[in-house]
C-alpha cells in the first residue's frame, strides 16, 4: 500500500536547512562564521590565507561546497546494498509515523513504515559531505545521542576521529548557558550529530532546539517517528538497530578521518610550497 | 576598582556642589539634598562567571617563580638550597613576615602553586579552543569517562566470557570473598575525579561495579576493580580462650573476671573438687543469704552438669546483693570455658552465660521525678 505524499512536509525540512545556512546574526558563536562563508570561498588548491595564520577556524582556503559538490567523494563510502543490508529502510509501525515525515517514506507494509533509500542515499551524501567541509576546517563535533543501547559506541567513535561526544543527560543550559556552566571563554561545537534525535521519554532532543537558537548546523538521523524540523541535515533511517547505527558510526568516522588527512595533507603541501617559494 | 568608585564619588559630589552654588545664588534658596548614587549603578550588567580558570603556561611560570623564590629565601636564611623542605619554608616565612592575626588561613604563606590553585581550575583547552577531553561538553568529563571505562571493562569480561562458552570451556567462578572489602565512600570518590559527583551518580556507578563484580569471569579485571575497593579492617576480633594452668597440688584451675552494674567480681574455678564456693572468704551461705542469688551462681554448673565437681573462690566490690552475684556468674562462666569443649562454650553463649549484662541505672532527668517517672500532673 503505497502512501499519498504530501509536499509541505519536504519543503518545511528544505525551508529549515536554508534559513539555517543563510543566517548569520551579529556576534554569535563561531558556528554561525562557518554558515556564512559557505559558497564564497575560493577554489580548492588555491591558497587564500597561508595555512598556520591565527585564524584556525575558518581559513579561506578550502573547498567550496557549491563549486565541488562532493570533493572528498563520500559517495564512495557506502552503497544502497549496504543501506538495505544494515536494515536502515525500516520505520516503525504506522501509528508512531509524524506528519513530516511523509515525504521520505516509500510505503507501508504489514502497518510498518518502510524509508525511501533513494532519499535516504541523497541525504547521507549531502549530510557527510558537509560533515567533511566541518571536519576539513578544524570543527569541533558533538556527537550527540540518548540511545542507552549505543553510549559506548557513540563516544567510542567520537574519540576515534578525534571528535567529542555527549550520550548522557543533557544539562539544560549547556549551549545556551555555555559561558557560565562550561567556563569563560569556551568554545562551542561548530556541528552536532545526532545518532538519534528523541531523548529517553520519546519527545525531540533539547539539544536540537538549543542549537538552532546558537546557530549551530546539525546533521541529524531521523526515524519515522522523529521530527525532521530545525535539522540542517537530516538523515531519514532507522535509528533502533544495532547493524544501522554501527554503519553511521563507521561512515562518520571515515568521513571525519579522511576530511582530517586531507587537511593535514594540503598543509604540508602548502609548507612545502611556501618553503620552495621562500628558497 | 577602587580608584573608579573615588573618582565617581568625586565626580557625584562635584555635580552636587555646583548645583548647591546655582541654587543658592537663586531667589528661591531651596534645601538641597544630596543624591549619592553608588557604583552597582555604573557597574555593567556582567552575569556571574564561574570560577576562575588558569591555563597551563601560568601555572608552569608560578612553579618557576616559587622554586626561584624558595632558593633566595634558603640564601637569606643561610641553609642549604638544595635541602630546604616546605617546613623550612613555613619556619622562614613566619620568622620573615611575623603576624599576629588569629587565622592562619589570612597570615603569609609562600606553598608550591598546586597546591595553591586547585587541579580542576586549570583551562581545560588548548590554544586553537578544541577541549583535550573528548567528553568535556559532558560537564562533567571525569564522572562520565570512569563510567565509560568501567562499561568497557565489562564488554571485555562478556566478550572473554562468550569466548569460553563458545570453546565450551568451563566458565570458572571462585567465591570472591567480599566480607572485608567496601566500596569506595562518595567523598573518596569526589577525591579521585576532582568534580562533585551527586548522589545518583555515586549510585549508578556502585551498581555497575557490582554489576561488573557478579560476572563469572570477572577475575580478568580484578585489578581495575581494586582500585574501587577498601579494606575494612576485620571487627570480629577471636575470643581466645585460655588454657588450664596447675597449681602446686596439680590441680587445674581457671580465672574469670566478671561485672555487673556497678559489681566487679574474679573467680577462680579448681578442677577435683566438692562444689563448694567462696566469696571473699565466706561462704555462700552466709554471703548470700537470699536463695535466688545462689541459684545465679550455680547456674553455670547446672547448664554444663558440672555441679559437685568443681571448687570456686570468689572476691567481689561495688554493687549491690544482685549485681554481686550476676558479676560472680559471669566471672564463673568464664573461667570455666577453659574446661569445656568448643561446642559447649557456644551453647554457653547461646544461653547467655557468656555476655556482659549492660543494663545499668538510668539518670535522673531535669523536670522529671526519676528517669522516667514524671511529676504528678495537676489539673488546676
Known amino acids: 500500500n503505497l502512501l499519498t505524499f504530501t509536499r509541505t512536509g519536504s519543503s518545511c525540512t528544505v525551508g529549515a536547512r536554508t534559513a539555517s545556512a543563510g543566517s548569520a546574526a551579529p556576534g554569535a558563536a563561531p558556528g554561525a562564521a562557518l554558515t556564512r562563508t559557505r559558497g564564497t570561498g575560493s577554489a580548492p588548491g588555491s591558497a587564500g590565507e597561508p595555512p598556520g595564520s591565527d585564524r584556525t577556524w575558518m581559513t579561506s582556503c578550502s573547498p567550496s561546497l557549491s563549486a565541488t559538490p562532493d570533493f572528498f567523494n563520500v559517495k564512495e563510502l557506502f552503497t544502497l546494498k549496504d543501506l538495505f543490508d544494515a536494515r536502515v529502510h525500516l520505520g516503525h509501525k504506522k501509528g508512531c509515523r509524524h506528519r513530516f515525515m511523509e515525504p521520505y517514506i516509500f510505503g507501508c507494509r504489514l502497518d510498518q513504515d518502510i524509508i525511501d533509500l533513494d532519499q535516504t542515499m541523497q541525504h547521507l551524501q549531502l549530510a557527510l559531505n558537509f560533515t567533511a567541509h566541518v571536519a576539513y576546517r578544524g570543527g569541533i563535533i558533538l556527537f550527540v545521542s540518548r540511545k542507552r543501547q549505543f553510549c559506548h559506541l557513540v563516544e567510542s567513535t567520537a574519540r576515534a576521529c578525534g571528535e567529542y561526544a555527549h550520550t548522557r543527560y543533557w544539562q539544560g543550559g549547556l549551549l545556551t548557558n555555555a559561558h557560565i556552566q562550561l567556563g569563560p571563554g569556551v568554545r562551542l561545537p561548530d556541528l552536532l550529530i545526532f545518532l538519534s534525535t528523541l531523548n529517553n521519554v520519546f519527545e525531540p532532543h533539547v539539544a536540537i532546539r538549543d542549537a538552532a537558537k546558537m546557530n549551530i548546523p546539525t546533521v541529524g538521523v531521523v526515524d519515522t517517528n522523529c521530527n525532521p524540523c530545525l535539522i540542517s541535515y537530516p538523515i531519514p533511517g532507522n535509528d533502533d538497530s544495532p547493524a544501522a547505527v554501527e554503519l553511521y558510526c563507521k561512515l562518520f568516522r571515515m568521513t571525519i578521518i579522511r576530511a582530517k588527512d586531507k587537511r593535514r595533507h594540503s598543509e604540508a603541501v602548502e609548507e612545502l610550497r611556501r618553503k620552495a617559494e621562500g628558497n | ?380
Open chain 2, 1 to 380: 576598582m577602587g580608584g573608579r568608585s573615588a573618582a565617581v564619588m568625586a565626580a557625584a559630589v562635584g555635580r552636587v556642589l555646583r548645583l548647591c552654588r546655582r541654587w543658592g545664588a537663586g531667589p528661591r534658596a531651596q534645601t538641597l539634598r544630596l543624591i549619592c548614587t553608588t557604583t552597582a549603578v555604573h557597574r555593567k550588567n556582567a552575569g556571574a562567571s564561574g570560577p576562575e580558570k588558569y591555563t597551563e603556561a601560568f601555572i608552569k611560570k608560578q612553579i618557576e617563580e616559587f622554586n626561584l623564590g624558595k632558593r633566595h629565601l634558603a640564601n637569606m636564611m643561610g641553609e642549604d638550597p638544595e635541602t630546604f623542605t616546605q617546613e623550612d619554608i613555613d619556619r622562614a616565612i613566619a620568622y620573615l613576615f611575623p603576624s599576629g592575626l588569629f587565622d592562619e588561613q589570612a597570615r603569609p604563606m609562600m606553598k608550591h602553586p598546586n597546591e595553591v590553585f586547585p587541579e580542576q581550575r586549570k583551562i581545560q583547552w588548548g590554544e586553537d579552543g578544541r577541549p583535550f577531553h573528548f567528553l568535556f561538553y559532558t560537564g562533567k568529563q571525569s564522572y562520565y569517562s570512569l563510567m565509560h571505562e568501567t562499561y568497557e571493562k565489562w564488554l571485555n569480561v562478556q566478550k572473554h566470557q562468550d569466548q569460553l562458552i563458545a570453546q565450551d570451556l568451563p566458565v570458572q567462578k571462585e567465591k570472591r570473598n567480599l566480607a572485608g572489602s567496601r566500596w569506595l565512600t562518595k567523598i573518596e570518590l569526589e577525591e579521585i575525579l576532582l568534580e562533585k559527583v551527586s548522589d545518583d551518580d555515586y549510585s549508578r556507578f556502585i551498581k555497575l561495579l557490582q554489576k561488573l563484580v557478579a560476572l563469572p569471569c570477572a577475575d580478568i579485571e580484578d585489578k581495575y576493580i581494586q582500585k574501587f575497593s577498601r579494606e575494612v579492617p576485620v571487627q570480629l576480633q577471636k575470643v581466645v580462650i585460655e588454657p588450664l594452668q596447675y597449681d602446686e597440688r596439680g590441680v587445674a584451675f581457671s580465672t574469670g573476671e566478671g561485672k555487673r552494674k556497678t559489681a566487679r567480681a574474679t573467680a577462680v574455678v579448681y578442677d577435683n573438687g566438692t562444689g563448694k564456693i567462696t566469696v571473699n572468704g565466706i561462704d555462700i551461705l552466709h554471703y548470700f543469704p537470699v536463695l535466688q542469688d545462689r541459684e545465679q551462681l550455680l547456674f553455670p554448673f547446672q547448664f554444663l552438669g558440672r555441679i559437685g565437681k568443681h571448687d570456686t573462690v570468689c572476691t567481689v566490690s561495688g554493687g549491690g546483693r544482685s549485681a554481686q552475684a550476676g558479676a560472680i556468674r559471669l566471672a564463673t562462666a568464664k573461667a570455666l570455658r577453659s574446661f569445656v569443649t568448643e561446642k559447649e562454650v557456644e551453647f554457653m553463649r547461646q544461653a547467655g552465660l557468656l555476655t556482659v549484662d549492660p543494663r545499668v541505672k538510668e539518670r535522673k532527668k531535669p523536670g522529671q521525678e526519676g528517669p522516667r517517672r514524671k511529676f504528678t500532673w495537676k489539673k488546676r
